[in-house]
Nanobody
Framework: QVQLVESGGGLVQSGGSLRLSCAAS????????MGWYRQAPGKERELVARITSGGSTNYADSVKGRFTISRDNAQNTVYLQMNSLKPEDTAVYFCKVEVGIVSYWGQGTQVTVSS
């Protein structure tokens, strides 16, 4: 089993910044990719950013140039630096870790951006 612990969410004003962290622990042999997804009320969960074990990244068009994903392989931790936040970024953010063919999800952390 793999456990994920997320932190860093909260309330911020429009234009502000937040940094999310997700630490993985447990039966980890090889993490293929780590990523962040978000789900706003009444909407489907969507990819925000993803980073592979080799460091390749991809981002949702809506966050390009504002968000940066990074990972610490030694600590099995993924980060999401969110700058220039907008009210439409308000959502529950979930960490996802891909270990082999199995995906694990964090419990989610709320990000609220006020206008």
């Amino acid at each position: 089993q793999v456990q994920l612990v997320e932190s860093g969410g909260g309330l911020v004003q429009s234009g502000g910044s937040l940094r999310l962290s997700c630490a993985a622990s447990g039966s980890i042999f090889s993490i293929n990719a780590m990523g962040w997804y978000r789900q706003a009320p009444g909407k489907e969960r969507e990819l925000v950013a993803r980073i592979t074990s080799g460091g390749s990244t991809n981002y949702a068009d809506s966050v390009k140039g504002r968000f940066t994903i990074s990972r610490d392989n030694a600590q099995n931790t993924v980060y999401l630096q969110m700058n220039s936040l907008k009210p439409e970024d308000t959502a529950v953010y979930f960490c996802k870790v891909e270990v082999g063919i199995v995906s694990y999800w964090g419990q989610g952390t709320q990000v609220t951006v006020s206008s």
